[in-house]
């Protein structure tokens, strides 16, 4: 599944089967594991987000995320998340990629996790730009260990460009 279609689903309260609101944002540790989602609803000023931690998340799908109860909902303060999907200074989305030897290789188009496996990213969606993506399509890196965020790129291994894979990452690969 990736990130994109979790952003805008609908978040329910299985208990009482209300609504309560969307998702705005994923957020994720520096392990790449995704920690929690964001519901809609910061204030304008305020330094603290609505967030429901992705143990306390009992199902997800493509039409809506189920959570246990409204008290899963927790009021994180914003400086403290680490790194987010789309939104806020630490957001992946949209980052270059460059190899550790200085090749660049696209930017962050999109996140990948297996639904499976639970919270770890499984790859990344890369776009090497509107025109190419058009001509030859978005590629498909896998996750490899040795990627890191650094603050204006996500630094993979050498030769990662070679790994790259066209198409779309499914979950019976």
Do not use: C
């Amino acid at each position: 599944m990736r990130l994109q279609e979790l952003i805008g689903l609908s978040v329910f309260d299985v208990e009482e089967g209300k609504q309560i609101g969307k998702v705005l944002d994923v957020l994720l540790s520096s392990e790449w594991e995704l920690v929690a989602i964001e519901l809609e609803g910061k204030g304008l000023f305020s330094s603290t987000i609505k967030a429901v931690l992705w143990d306390d998340i009992v199902a997800y799908g493509e039409d809506a995320v189920m959570i246990r109860n409204q008290q899963a909902i927790r009021k994180m303060e914003a400086e403290n998340i680490q790194q987010t999907f789309v939104l806020g200074n630490n957001k992946v989305k949209e980052l270059q990629v460059l190899t550790s030897d200085g090749v660049m290789i696209g930017h962050v188009s999109d996140v990948y996790f297996n639904q499976e496996v639970g919270n770890t990213i499984v790859g990344f969606e890369i776009s090497d730009g509107f025109i190419s993506d058009l001509m030859e399509g978005r590629k498909w890196l896998p996750y490899t260990a040795g990627m890191t965020r650094g603050e204006s790129a996500v630094i993979v291994p050498p030769l990662s460009e070679e790994r790259l894979e066209k198409g779309v990452y499914t979950a019976n690969e």
